[in-house]
């Protein structure tokens, strides 16, 4: 997917399906891309109820790159629902000679219908561990947040484009950094969401436990959210690589009176 000249300097980071298929014809291609949709499937947190009866959201990792410079800019790639578990988030920023390239892994997380009325009835809050990974180079200090989306996301879902301006839905958009004049990718940030903010820095292999009331964000009939992080610090160079945060669990459980976010 990144131009050979920009592949050196980009942060590390999983790439898409697609990636790994240029070059095979058209045929063997789509049969691979048909075989990791079906395997993909198993990093799906399907909604339902654990072993205390509440419930278990559905959960889908989201994935996406944006690269300028090189024979295929401007470009980007988007996946939804075809990752290998742990789901992740994480958020990077590279550039070289070859040109730039931004990427970020998030959650999307869809409640059902009866899940979001027990949540609007204070009877429920998300509860979600997260493990941060260990790197052997210095990272940049981030936030994770959530927010609501404003539609419901389609998944599985892949879509790439190469050599010409375009711009994928709105849960693909990489979320602006907390910083100040971050470089900015030729389709622009996600859009501001109603968010609240949930983690800070970590020590990396350290589990978090986040209990999080979801009412603040339950407006109208919405009920899809998106879990992400943001830096909150560049590189020397302009640049940024947080932390890869590691999804441990996630369900619904009964709301704590204490604890909530």
């Given at each position: 997917?990144?131009?050979?000249?920009?592949?050196?300097?980009?942060?590390?980071?999983?790439?898409?399906?697609?990636?790994?298929?240029?070059?095979?014809?058209?045929?063997?291609?789509?049969?691979?891309?048909?075989?990791?949709?079906?395997?993909?499937?198993?990093?799906?947190?399907?909604?339902?109820?654990?072993?205390?009866?509440?419930?278990?959201?559905?959960?889908?990792?989201?994935?996406?790159?944006?690269f300028v410079g090189?024979?295929?800019?401007?470009?980007?790639?988007?996946?939804?629902?075809?990752?290998?578990?742990?789901?992740?988030?994480?958020?990077?920023?590279?550039?070289?000679?070859?040109?730039?390239?931004?990427?970020?892994?998030?959650?999307?997380?869809?409640?059902?219908?009866?899940?979001?009325?027990?949540?609007?009835?204070?009877?429920?809050?998300?509860?979600?561990?997260?493990?941060?990974?260990?790197?052997?180079?210095?990272?940049?200090?981030?936030?994770?947040?959530?927010?609501?989306?404003?539609?419901?996301?389609?998944?599985?879902?892949?879509?790439?484009?190469?050599?010409?301006?375009?711009?994928?839905?709105?849960?693909?958009?990489?979320?602006?950094?907390?910083?100040?004049?971050?470089?900015?990718?030729?389709?622009?940030?996600?859009?501001?969401?109603?968010?609240?903010?949930?983690?800070?820095?970590?020590?990396?292999?350290?589990?978090?436990?986040?209990?999080?009331d979801l009412r603040?964000?339950?407006?109208?009939?919405?009920?899809?959210?998106?879990?992400?992080?943001?830096?909150?610090?560049?590189?020397?160079?302009?640049?940024?690589?947080?932390?890869?945060?590691?999804?441990?669990?996630?369900?619904?459980?009964?709301?704590?009176?204490?604890?909530?976010?």
């Amino acid at each position: 997917f990144l131009p050979k000249s920009l592949a050196a300097t980009a942060p590390r980071a999983s790439r898409p399906t697609r990636a790994r298929l240029r070059g095979w014809s058209p045929v063997a291609r789509g049969a691979m891309l048909r075989a990791w949709l079906v395997l993909g499937m198993t990093a799906v947190v399907a909604a339902g109820s654990d072993a205390s009866g509440q419930g278990i959201p559905h959960v889908v990792g989201v994935t996406s790159s944006f690269f300028v410079g090189g024979g295929d800019s401007p470009g980007y790639e988007c996946t939804v629902g075809v990752h290998h578990p742990p789901l992740q988030i994480a958020h990077t920023f590279g550039a070289g000679g070859g040109g730039q390239v931004w990427q970020h892994s998030a959650l999307v997380i869809m409640l059902e219908s009866d899940a979001a009325q027990r949540v609007r009835g204070d009877q429920l809050a998300l509860r979600l561990e997260v493990e941060t990974e260990s790197a052997p180079f210095q990272l940049q200090a981030s936030t994770m947040y959530i927010g609501v989306l404003p539609s419901v996301v389609e998944s599985p879902m892949h879509q790439e484009v190469h050599g010409r301006q375009a711009c994928p839905p709105q849960h693909c958009l990489i979320p602006q950094p907390d910083v100040t004049a971050p470089t900015q990718p030729h389709c622009g940030w996600q859009p501001p969401l109603a968010a609240l903010s949930l983690l800070g820095q970590a020590r990396a292999g350290e589990v978090a436990t986040l209990e999080v009331d979801l009412r603040p964000l339950l407006a109208g009939n919405r009920s899809s959210f998106k879990i992400w992080a943001a830096p909150t610090a560049l590189s020397e160079a302009g640049m940024w690589q947080t932390p890869r945060f590691l999804l441990k669990s996630i369900k619904l459980q009964e709301a704590s009176r204490s604890t909530f976010v």
